[in-house]
């Protein structure tokens, strides 16, 4: 066994000590970013994969002290929040850069929320400023309205009205030069660099804030990653079409850059248009979710391109079976297929394949810093290898905790994953099964709380649950279950459209509606999940 966190349980599990150096003598993010983009401004380090636009270190520095000096002019300083509500692009780098020269949090939105979702994630993280695209400007300027929160906007897009990104880059003061100016240190331990939203099983999203310790620390770990896959590489290129408002995408695309990679990137999945990007990029590492892994290893279209450059595939945000592992080495000649493990808890990986020999289906070993358990789920004892439990983490990963909510990390700090896992003598972790109940959704945490809740608004409706299916391209899709009220006719059709008129993609009802009689649940009224999910198994085999 490892190292543990008690020497009096061997069952904890240790991933051994950081080097001193790993924070790389910052005393902040901002300190980071000036100190990585300044070492070779002309480098390129974003690359739009549609348009083929090029960024270099010296652009978004550029750009970045604009920012950073027209927020601090807004009045945007130490432990406040900016929220970026946008697709993927060049100007959204930049913001979250700016926000870290202030000492400022940056909130990241999934500017596909509806109205309702929008007003809960702004009265959440509180932000003083909003940078928003023009594809979501309308639903974030209604949301603010409504609830009534003074909030200034700055707009990525001409043409929306209000102050611009263009008019901030045009009209800065230059109060920040690159010369003179040196972030302010911070307390990396609890100062809040980002606070993304994790759905939970209450329904509504809950705001996870993600320190500037546990960042760098996610930092220091893509550089080990790479000094790895990249010794024989003149340069390390990455394609990339995780959203940077999920966990996955934007800590991944903060890193990637601060760690001289080019991220050539894509701000939404088209099949075609991503193999084009792989095939005149040539990129040596693929960053993905297990979705786009089936469509590599499985769509007949993937022959058509050249993938040849792909050396090493990263997948995480949900397990990825052994068969689609094995079939996507065959097929692209890939040296490496590396899974990790984590959440917006743990900022990103806390378990993770680090090495070229990894063994299938593993989702690898606990990182430096770290500490693993797994519990049994009845009485909280710690268990040893093979034996499934609730896997346990604890270290400079994981997150401050919820805003507003204390109770996320028990009273020794360690957070409680909800997941159910295993690890071999080898101290190798395997995924077996979720024992919380939110449905994974191409890496969206979908919670069915919030769908039922929905559901049971429909005046025709006496009764839902909602569980997730298996489905091999999207992980699992949300199913519900619904009694009709005494006396009345409703269809599926009807259904599907009342949540998809008020829930945001992720959260549709794409695996359809069955309807029953009554909704199998305890005697407590807690609902039968189990019963639903085999219910739905059989009758997928008639």
């Known amino acids: 066994m490892s190292s543990s966190a008690d020497s009096s349980d061997p069952n904890i599990i240790y991933g051994g000590p950081l080097p001193a150096t790993y924070d790389r003598g910052c005393r902040s993010l901002g300190e980071l970013v000036i ?9 390129v380090a974003l690359v739009n994969g549609v348009t083929c636009l090029q960024l270099t270190n010296g652009g978004i520095l550029d750009q970045l002290l604009s920012i950073a000096g027209h927020l601090s002019e807004l009045g945007v300083g130490k432990n406040d929040v900016v929220a970026i509500v946008s697709e993927n692009r060049f100007e959204y780098t930049i913001a979250i ?17 509806t109205e309702r979702e929008m007003e809960h994630a702004i009265r959440l993280a509180k932000p003083k400023v909003i940078f928003v695209s023009a594809q979501a400007n309308l639903k974030v300027q209604k949301a603010c309205i409504k609830i009534r929160r003074p909030v200034k ?14 008019d901030c880059l045009e009209n800065s003061n230059r109060l920040f030069r690159l010369n003179s100016f040196v972030p ?85 999945f088209v099949q075609r248009t991503y193999l084009a990007c792989i095939e005149k990029y040539r990129p040596n590492t693929l960053n993905m979710v297990p979705p786009i892994a089936v469509f590599l290893a499985k769509n007949a279209i993937v022959d058509e391109y050249d993938l040849s450059s792909v050396k090493t595939i990263i997948s995480g945000a949900a397990p990825l079976s052994r068969e689609v592992e094995d079939l996507i080495r065959s097929r692209l000649k890939v040296s490496s297929v590396r899974q990790a493990y984590g959440m917006s808890e743990t900022t990103l990986a806390i ?59 028990d009273s020794e700090g360690w957070l409680h994953t909800g997941d159910i896992g295993y690890y071999d003598n080898e101290l190798d972790f395997f995924i077996v099964d979720r024992l919380k109940e939110l449905i994974k959704y191409k890496a969206f945490q979908v919670p069915p709380a919030e769908l039922e ?18 489905d091999e391209k999207a992980g699992e899709l949300a199913m519900a279950f619904v009694v009709a009220a005494d006396g009345v006719q409703i269809n599926e ?46 009758k997928s085999k008639l």
């Open 35 to 43: 100190k990585e983009l300044s070492r070779d401004l002309n480098k």
């Open 97 to 113: 850069y700016g926000a870290f020269l202030l000492g400022a949090a940056a909130a990241l939105f999934n500017p596909g929320y």
């Open 153 to 166: 906007f700055i707009h990525f897009d001409n043409g929306s009205g209000g102050r611009t990104w263009h």
């Open 184 to 268: 302010e240190p911070v307390d990396l331990d609890n100062h809040v660099a980002l606070i993304v939203m994790s759905s939970g099983t209450t329904g509504l999203p809950k705001g996870v804030q993600i320190t500037q310790r546990n960042v760098i620390t996610t930092c220091f770990f893509l550089e080990t990653l790479l000094n790895k896959i990249g010794a024989d590489q003149e340069e390390l290129v990455a394609v990339d079409i995780l959203p940077w408002f999920h966990v996955a995408g934007g800590v991944t695309m903060i890193n990637c850059i601060l760690n001289g990679m080019r991220l050539v990137y894509l701000s939404k």
């Open 351 to 409: 378990l993770a394949q680090v090495d070229a020999q990894n063994k299938p289906g593993s989702v690898g070993k606990i990182r430096e810093g770290q500490w693993a358990k797994v519990i049994d789920t009845e009485t909280g004892r710690t268990l040893g290898p093979y034996q499934n439990g609730e896997l346990c983490f604890k270290g400079t990963l994981i997150m401050k905790g919820y805003i507003g909510r204390e109770e996320a990390i």
């Open 453 to 470: 809740a929905v559901l049971l608004s429909h005046p025709n409706v006496k009764d839902a649950a909602v569980i997730g299916v298996p």
């Open 493 to 538: 059709r009807e259904i599907i459209k009342f949540v998809n008129d008020q829930l945001s993609v992720q959260k549709h009802l794409h695996g359809g509606v069955r309807f029953i009689s009554e909704i199998p649940k305890t005697a407590s009224g807690k609902i039968l999940r189990r019963t639903l999910r085999e219910q739905a198994k059989n």
